[in-house]
């Protein structure tokens, strides 16, 4: 992972600088409504060449339709997508030259596992298109590369949901895409194939080299599998960079809170010191930040402490373990329940009264 | 979890009862006989008693009387128009439905539910009014007739107006039975073949066509039938001009009139025949490619 990037938000836009050499497609200021409901507003983003990037967003925050414009499967109102310097806004779906995975994986039932997966050459114009022989070689190298090499033969119906999907993808790559976007590629596969599926595509990827854009609501799979991470929300970029730097510094609580479980808190700040119930906090806020505020922090971000040092006072209300952590849900004396994270083994009886210190946090100015 | 859960004592069943049905839907043995049945007498009384009719009644004097009602100019020349009529009014209604239905279930379009509404009406128009339309619009009399008989073209009493009726008769079967198919199935294919770089018609051709494959022969088929069947509308624009405007339902209901019982059920036992080869056929396909039918199917 390239750690070195700078993080891009949407307050970086504007940008209108020569596309660079290791930019692979530009979409410049994209909006897009369907019927009245606005779905992109005004989106720009960078796709890196050779990289894996997710487009992460809850439903409805247009990362689908993005993908879809970018293919062009579906037209932007206003914006522009570049690919290499050329302006594609205009251009017909067949001639981008993308591949295109989708989430229910859309192999065509009548084929072959090897017709479908040389559908895309076989469907060139005569003059480009490959001797039939090449052809084969190609099918059977991908088959290799998903590792289904006696399934040439069989028919989707005869296939599990993820060696389809493995299809799909070979499908894709066997027309050697500028760009392979992949749609929710394993939403519709249980939790353990899902889990293989993930690595298996890294893999592939590190692979073949092939710049990838893939659309996901599920942080894990976005976090775990992607070079750079664009989180979107309501048809807005919210952030863009490396899984790293979007946990560590989110530019937005929306960020923040989609990346994972959050813990608002109500809290004061004077010229960035955070305080809590009077207690001043280890968050920082920006300069100059004064006033009410509302501070943010992970689960594992509260410690049990000494009802002196702690910033919140609660009960336990109850507690559970999963993988190795613990979970303890503290109602607070003021205010909502908080879910806190630790380590610890010991076994906290319901109704144990509490003390919280914050240990980290974020804040943002609004 | 407590690994102390309660043993089950086991529940003692009542013997079952054997005249029992075997499920809380299914009715007594008696009443289930009686509905079956009904349905039988029904059937026998109102269909293949008259279907043995006709076969009876056309070989009641024998082969050779049989023969002679097809080997009569009047009755080939029947068989030529309903042939022409079919290898006209199929094609373009398999045509128009594929383009309907493909219009309907890939596209938003103003005015969509406008289309199927229309697409419908000859299903819920009397046959005779449909002959009656085309009278008033092409006749000699009718709205384009002066300009019509000004150019020498003519419609009503001949074979163009026969045509017209019949298309407009077995306009829906297609485009019904291919709608909520290609809708079920959705668009997913046709994009997926191409953003792999085919052009619309190799999509349609190499994906779509052989989804659909299987509905499309099932509709052409009661199409067909429909079409070679019609008596109503045809028999308004036919004018019953005996070989030249005659197709096989009127010239059966021509012969009938004149008493010609032998000829008359004879040439009827070949629009029969035409219906069983049909149903077989229209059943085989049901069975063996239910699924490929079935979203349309289910709508009938």
């Known amino acids: ?366 | 979890m407590s690994s102390a859960s309660a043993v089950v004592p086991p529940i003692k069943s009542p013997p079952i009862q054997s005249d029992r049905a075997a499920s809380v839907v299914t009715e007594g043995r008696i009443v289930r006989w009686l509905l079956i049945g009904v349905a039988i007498v029904f059937l026998a009384l109102f269909l293949v008693l008259p279907l043995v009719t006709v076969f009876v009644q056309a070989f009641a004097k024998g082969w050779a009387a049989y023969l002679a009602a097809f080997t009569e100019a009047d009755a080939r020349s029947a068989v030529r128009l309903t042939l022409i009529t079919a290898a006209i009014a199929v094609p373009f209604n398999l045509v128009f439905g594929v383009a309907a239905a493909w219009a309907i279930a890939k596209f938003e379009f103003r005015g969509k539910n406008l289309l199927v509404t229309l697409i419908d009406l000859p299903f819920s128009v009397s046959p005779v009014v449909s002959g009656l339309i085309y009278v008033l619009v092409f006749g000699a009399q009718g709205l384009l007739g002066p300009w019509l008989i000004a150019q020498d073209v003519q419609i009503i009493f001949a074979i163009p107006g026969i045509v017209l009726a019949t298309i407009f008769v077995t306009f829906p079967f297609v485009a019904r039975q291919l709608i909520p198919l290609m809708q079920e199935q959705g668009t997913a294919e046709e994009e997926a073949a191409l953003t792999l770089g085919a052009s619309g018609w190799h999509a349609f051709r190499t994906v779509t066509l052989p989804n659909i494959r299987w509905g499309l022969l099932y509709s052409v088929l009661l199409c067909n039938a429909r079409a070679m069947g019609e008596f109503g509308a045809v028999s308004v624009v036919s004018g019953h001009i005996r070989g030249l405007t005659n197709t096989l339902p009127l010239h059966v209901e021509i012969l009938y009139n004149e008493y010609n019982f032998v000829a008359a059920f004879a040439v009827a036992s070949l629009l029969a025949g035409l219906a069983l080869v049909t149903l077989v056929v229209k059943s085989l396909l049901e069975w063996r490619y239910a699924d490929d039918i079935a979203a349309g199917a289910r709508r009938h």
């Not at chain 1, 996901?216 to 790293?244: C, F, I, M, N, W």
């Open chain 1, 1 to 366: 992972m390239n750690g070195a990037t700078p993080t891009t938000s949407r307050r970086a836009h504007g940008v209108t600088n020569p596309i660079g050499s290791s930019t692979a497609i530009r979409v410049e200021g994209l909006s897009k409504t369907f019927d009245t409901a606005a779905v992109l507003h005004d989106l720009s983003l960078d796709v890196r060449a050779g990289e894996l990037l997710a487009l992460l967003g809850p439903s409805g925050s247009g990362k689908t339709t993005l993908l879809r414009i970018i293919a062009g499967l579906d037209f932007p109102d206003r914006g522009r997508i570049i690919f290499g310097g050329d302006d594609a806004t205009q251009v017909p779906v067949q001639e981008r030259a993308v591949g295109f995975v989708f989430q229910h994986y859309a192999l065509f039932k009548h084929m072959s596992v090897a017709e479908n997966i040389a559908y895309g050459l076989n469907a060139r114009k005569r003059s480009d298109r490959p001797a039939r022989a090449e052809i084969r070689r190609r099918v059977g190298d991908l088959l290799d590369l998903i590792k289904l090499s006696g399934f040439a033969d069989r028919y989707p119906s005869q296939l599990s949901g993820g060696q389809r999907q493995r299809i799909a993808l070979a499908r894709a790559l066997a027309v050697e895409p500028r760009v392979l976007l992949l749609d929710e590629p394993f939403g519709a596969l249980d939790a353990q194939v899902r889990k293989d599926l993930r690595r298996w595509l890294r893999e592939i990827h590190d692979r073949t080299g092939q710049t990838t854009i893939f659309v996901t609501h599920d942080q894990d799979e976005a976090l775990e599998l992607s070079d750079r991470v664009a989180v979107l929300d309501k048809g807005r970029l919210e952030q863009v960079g490396t899984p790293d730097e979007v946990q560590e510094n989110p530019v937005s609580a929306t960020v923040l809170k989609f990346l994972g479980d959050t813990i608002e808190v109500e809290a004061i700040a004077q010229d960035g010191q955070v305080s809590v119930d009077g207690k001043l906090t280890p968050v920082v806020g920006k300069r100059g930040l004064t006033g009410p505020v509302k501070l943010y922090a992970r689960p594992w971000q509260l410690q049990f402490a000494e009802s002196s040092e702690a910033h919140l006072h609660g009960t336990v209300r109850s507690s559970y373990r999963t993988q190795g952590r613990q979970r303890i849900e503290v109602d607070r004396t003021e205010g909502k329940t908080v879910v806190v994270e630790a380590s610890d083994t010991a076994r906290l009886a319901a109704g144990l009264p509490v003390g919280l210190r914050i240990v980290g946090g974020y804040v943002f100015a609004e």
